[in-house]
């Protein structure tokens, strides 16, 4: 009876300490992902390498330099959510990307081309630890999204994953040679701030559902932080919009819940969602509703 006791005993302690030991590590997550939240000096540098066509003309180089704010608009137990805005010229603020991090999510989506998105349910045993990041747009529509693992080692931390994704906001309107991304994505803290890496594949997919790589591309976009007192402006633009985008998310969530496919116009009366999107006017939720519905190509 005695070893019986020590057995069960032994397996009890254990399993508390392998329990610690995960609660730990998922601290460890969350405070990373705060980590990326503040006002942030950015630069965003991007250039085709490699190409399997041996005549493909490789296209300039992008350099770009910007001033951003980072805010967390949820911080819950399973759930991080960040928006971020943009400062031009110390007096216009433009609101930019969000990412959502979602502990041990299994309700993903994934592009596909035809500016259309996949919702599905990964199998629970595949995201077991891992972190799932939700990227949307500029309207809070769709982006991409992926799951992996926080990585804490070697005093480095930082997530990658590779994920399908519409073309970039820098090429959407200039090109055509190719309709899918495959985004290879790497967030890595620094001590001045965190890394954005990327190593993405311009790719060319058929009717048929067959691949062809256009050409390969690398990213560096640095976040360099700065005195939060230079975002101010953003600071407060926020304040002023985070209940009429409150609103927004809310309905796209909504849409989100009961969408398999999700099929989007690329504009409405020559305009993109985005543009349709002003809080400045003050619509009620019904409105907005309404407005998204609009660029919602039905089945």
């Known amino acids: 009876m005695k070893t019986k006791g020590l057995a069960i005993a032994t397996f009890l302690f254990t399993a508390l300490l392998s329990l610690q030991a995960q ?7 969350q ?16 250039t085709e390498t490699f190409s399997p066509e041996i005549d493909y003309e490789k296209k300039l180089d992008y350099t770009a330099y910007a001033l951003e704010w ?12 960040i928006q971020h805005l943009l400062v031009i010229n110390d007096s216009t603020v433009i609101k930019h990307w969000r990412q959502d991090w979602l502990f041990e999510n299994n309700e993903m989506f994934s592009y596909d081309t035809g500016n259309t998105w996949k919702f599905y349910d990964a199998k629970k045993e595949q995201v077991e630890g891992q972190w799932t990041q939700k990227v949307y747009q500029v309207d809070d529509s769709p982006r991409y999204s992926g799951s992996a693992t926080w990585v804490h080692y070697d005093n480095k931390t930082y997530w ?25 994505n790497r967030q890595e803290l620094t001590k001045e701030g965190w890394i954005h890496e990327q190593d993405n594949k311009k790719i060319i997919q058929h009717e048929d559902g067959s691949e062809e790589l256009l050409v390969m591309e690398k990213g560096y976009n640095t976040y360099e ?17 985070k209940k009429y ?18 099929e989007l116009k690329k504009s409405v009366d020559g305009m993109p969602l985005f543009m349709h999107l002003t809080p400045e006017k003050a619509p009620s939720k019904k409105d907005i509703r309404s407005t998204i519905e609009k660029f919602i190509v039905k089945a």
């Not at 609660?23 to 997550?29: A, I, N, W």
Request: aromatic content about 10%.
């Open 23 to 29: 609660e730990s590590k998922k601290v460890k997550d």
């Open 160 to 184: 990658e994953n590779e994920s399908n994704s519409p073309l970039p906001r820098r090429e959407y309107s200039k090109r055509d040679d190719y309709n899918l991304m495959k985004r290879g």
């Open 245 to 262: 985008w409150a609103k927004v998310r809310k309905i796209w969530d909504d849409i989100y819940a009961k969408s398999e496919v999700l």
């Open 225 to 241: 932080k700065v005195d939060d007192e230079k975002c101010e402006i953003a600071k407060d633009w926020w304040s002023s919009n």
């Open 70 to 81: 980072a805010e967390i608009v949820e911080d819950k137990e399973n759930e991080i959510s």
């Open 31 to 46: 405070n990373a992902i705060k980590e990326m939240c503040g006002c942030y000096e950015v630069s965003f540098q991007y």
